[in-house]
């Protein structure tokens, strides 16, 4: 790849792509044009560090993808603990290990959990260093156009001090998340809509020690612990909505009432402190936006989300990026038509989620481990490699087809 950066764009002028939001799919998705040579702007409406609603938990897809830039080393230094097992308790079923990935020369398939404000300006500084442009505090209010209905053109963005200002791109991308407002302006077309399934929650625990991930689930409810920064663990509650929505405004006695119904955590949680406030929500969709029309891209939860129960937004945010810079750079060097080097990532994009979509829409649910998924359980119990295999999948080291049959992970 070539790493040479690419010198800064200044607002008001013509450059390659305008990228909206630089968490986790905007920086990486930056960093990777601007070491091709590519002129990029970064909007941003926070300042960073800042934190965001998030699972924290980056699965090996996004470790992958985090070692093959070159920033894994550093994720490493900020002190954020490695995640060496699994634990997974079904009420009375339970397995635990160390998960494996499907290159055995690897070992352990080790995932980490940081916290958004280290993660996010982690990846901003990457996009800075590659030679991406990145203004902070700045909110992208509209597209352009030159006519009419016809092709994006840029952006139009205001700044705190309600100053305006607009840039000119071939290319601008909606990394701007659920609430996108590239696909609000664009009138993205919703592919599929299941809606919101459950509510989370979470909040951060001092005191309470937990060796990896660990995971309990019973019918309408899933409880889910890793460490992160400082000394600090994330307690996180899937549950039914109609039960989030009865806590009402006392979303901390609630928050307290639900831990305690997990036997297998619930002494231990008590045992220890709560280090901040319950956050959550009981609106999270789970949908596909069309990704891709003239002029315009969507990546990461603006383009694709689904519920958190899968912990899986920051890796296919990363892995958005990734195929996202390679279709753009078709485009930009007029390897491939734009339609269709963008045709070709909707199309990745969509193959390489469908079967955890449909997963994590079950598992959203919250009726508890179904046929399919117990049995594997119960098989691995009694095999440490099929173990590893299992705990593998769970950690986004393996596919879901390996160990699941398609009866556990539906169809879309």
């Known amino acids: 790849m070539n790493t040479a950066a690419a010198q800064p764009p200044s607002p008001g002028t013509e450059v390659d792509v305008v990228v909206v939001g630089a968490r986790c799919t905007g920086s990486p998705l930056a960093m990777l044009l ?4 590519h002129r990029v702007l970064v909007l941003e409406r926070d300042r960073f560090p800042s934190d965001t609603m998030s699972t924290h938990w980056v699965q090996r897809p996004g470790i992958e993808r985090l070692a093959r830039w070159g920033l894994l080393d550093a994720l490493a230094d900020t002190g954020c603990p490695p995640l060496e097992r699994i634990s997974l308790d079904f009420g009375g079923l339970a397995l635990s290990g160390a998960p494996t990935s499907d290159d055995a020369a ?9 916290r958004r404000t280290v993660l996010d300006r982690l990846l901003a500084d990457a996009a800075r260093a590659a030679g991406a442009e990145l203004r902070e505090g700045v ?6 156009r030159e006519a009419d209905g016809g092709p994006v053109s840029g952006v139009l963005a205001g700044t705190a001090d309600g100053g305006r200002f607009t840039v000119r791109a071939r290319v601008v991308v909606g990394a701007d998340g659920r609430n996108s407002t590239v696909a609000r302006a ?3 077309p919703v592919l599929v809509d299941r809606g ?5 929650a979470y909040a951060y625990w001092t005191g309470l020690a937990v060796d990896g991930v660990e995971a309990h689930f019973r019918p309408g ?3 889910s612990m890793w460490p992160t920064h400082e000394g600090r663990t994330v307690v996180a509650l ?7 929505r009865a806590w009402g405004r006392d979303r901390r006695r609630g928050y307290l009432d639900a831990l305690a119904g997990f036997p297998g955590a619930a002494g231990r949680i008590a045992a220890a ?8 929500a009981a609106g999270l969709r789970n949908y596909y936006r069309q990704s891709h029309g003239p002029g315009w891209a969507l990546a990461g939860d603006a383009g694709h989300h689904k519920d958190p129960i899968a912990a899986r937004g920051i890796s296919d945010a990363f892995t958005d990026a990734e195929n996202l810079a390679a279709a753009l750079h078709d485009a930009l060097t007029g390897k491939l038509p734009p339609d269709r080097a963008l045709a070709r990532y909707q199309a990745r994009r969509d193959a390489g989620s469908a079967a955890m979509f449909e997963f994590a829409c079950r598992q959203a649910a919250l009726t508890g481990a179904d046929e399919h998924l117990t049995t594997a359980v119960r098989q691995a119990r009694e095999d440490p490699v099929a173990a590893g295999r299992l705990l593998g999948v769970f950690a986004g080291a393996r596919r879901l087809d390996e160990l699941l049959p398609r009866t556990a992970q539906g169809t879309r």
Do not use: K, N, W
């Open 186 to 188: 664009v009138d993205a």
């Open 221 to 223: 409810s899933g409880l």
């Open 34 to 37: 601007a070491r091709q040579g």
């Open 273 to 280: 402190r709560l280090a901040g406030p319950v956050r959550g």
């Open 106 to 114: 690897t070992g352990p398939a080790v995932t980490y959990a940081p």
């Open 196 to 200: 919101p399934l459950a509510a989370t």
């Open 238 to 244: 899937s549950l039914r909505r109609e039960a989030f």
């Open 139 to 144: 909110t992208v209010l509209d597209v352009l």
